[in-house]
Structures are given as structure tokens and as C-alpha cells.
């Protein structure tokens, strides 16, 4: 079955061709569930468990309310249950990032699980910032690739490609149109020095 595409190239060059739901219907709702993990999972990449801890409750507060601004702005919904959540988050310390996030698929294409874990001693004092971080992974979450990854050199550890095989114009990739970018509009700028994110979701 080929995976169908939107028809805006905005869209479409952030669709890698995977999706929560496995008949791969545009337009359909999907209803994706998540939770908190309690204890550390297996290691999806290399130390990923390194100084793991469940997140606090103001983190799981601030997650819930972006998911949900993230459901106004897609066909989207996330229900919140009590373990094995379709999308699972945690904490640990990581290098050089803020979040990561693992996609596990069936046949390459269907999403039925991932995994979101934030840095254990990140800047969350911003909860705008979280916010943007939150809002980023989930995109991740749902099958959007990050701006940042479509253009690593061939070869690179994650090199991400678009269905269409196209990148998002550059002109896109601010904090007024997507949360897959790390470049933030000048004009809007509310990220730490260094740590620009995108904060509208580019599913919209």
C-alpha cells in the first residue's frame, strides 16, 4: 500500500511515511494513548538509561496540556491511561540533546509504540520551552521528520527523508510554522540562547 500524502508540499516534507493508523486513511481520527513510565525501560539507544527517573508531576502536567494543544491542531486525540500508553515518557541524562524520542513500527510504516524521554536536568523552569520540547517530540511521536535531520550529510546517523524526498523550504523553518524546526523567528523568540524549537505544530 503506498502511504498517502497531503498534497501540500509544506506537509508532506515533514511526513516520513508513518502513521498511528494502519490503513494509513487520510482524514481518519486517530486516538493515541500515552502514560508515564514508573521504571526504566529498555535501552532503546546507546546509555538511554543512564540517571533514568519518572517524570514529576509538574512535568506530566505540562505533557498533558501540550498534547492536547497538539490534538486542537490535528485529526489527533491522546487519552492519557495508566501504563503502557502507546507513546511512553520518562526522563534521563543525555548529551547534547533535550529530548529523544523512538518510533517502533510494524511493516515499517504503522506506528504501535514510542517512546519520549527528556533530559533529567533540563531548563524546564521555562515552561514555554518545555513546552516547545514537548511539542517537537510528539511530532516525532506521530511521524514527522526534524528539519534539522533532513539536512545531515549521506551517511549520518539519522538521516531522515521526507515521503516526498524533499526538504522544507528554509523560509518554513521558524518558530511561526512548525515545532520539527530549531529555528526560531526573530521576531517571536521565547528559546534559551542555543536551544531554538519551532512551537506551532506543521500538521496544522
Known amino acids: 500500500m503506498l502511504f498517502p500524502t497531503s498534497g501540500n508540499p509544506l506537509i508532506d516534507a515533514l511526513i516520513v511515511g508513518q502513521s498511528w493508523d494502519p490503513d494509513y486513511t487520510v482524514g481518519l481520527p486517530v486516538t493515541v494513548t500515552y502514560s508515564f513510565m514508573t521504571s526504566a525501560p ?3 539507544w546507546s546509555g538511554e538509561t543512564t540517571g533514568w ?6 512535568e506530566q502536567a505540562g505533557i498533558s496540556q501540550a498534547v492536547q494543544m497538539f490534538s486542537q491542531v490535528s ?3 491522546f487519552k ?3 501504563s503502557g500508553g502507546g507513546i ?3 526522563t534521563d541524562i543525555q548529551s547534547g540533546s533535550d529530548a529523544l524520542t523512538e518510533v ?3 511493516g515499517n510504516t504503522n506506528i504501535v509504540s514510542a517512546h519520549t524521554e527528556f533530559l533529567t536536568t533540563g531548563n524546564w523552569q521555562s515552561f514555554i520551552y518545555f513546552r516547545q520540547v514537548i511539542l517537537h517530540e510528539l511530532g516525532n511521536a506521530v511521524g514527522l521528520v526534524d528539519v534539522s535531520e533532513q539536512l545531515l550529510p ?3 546517523w539519522a538521516p531522515a527523508i521526507s515521503i516526498t524526498n524533499t526538504n522544507l523550504q528554509t523560509s518554513y523553518n521558524n518558530l511561526d510554522y512548525t515545532v520539527m524546526g530549531y529555528t526560531a523567528n526573530p521576531a517571536h523568540a521565547v528559546c534559551p540562547a542555543g536551544k531554538d524549537k519551532g512551537l506551532s505544530p506543521s500538521v496544522r
Open 75 to 77: 485529526n489527533i486525540s
Open 154 to 156: 549521506p551517511g549520518s
Open 104 to 106: 517502533a513500527t510494524s
Open 88 to 90: 511512553q515518557y520518562g
Open 42 to 44: 529498555r535501552a532503546y
Open 53 to 58: 527517573a519518572p517524570t514529576t508531576a509538574a
Open 80 to 82: 492519557q491511561v495508566s
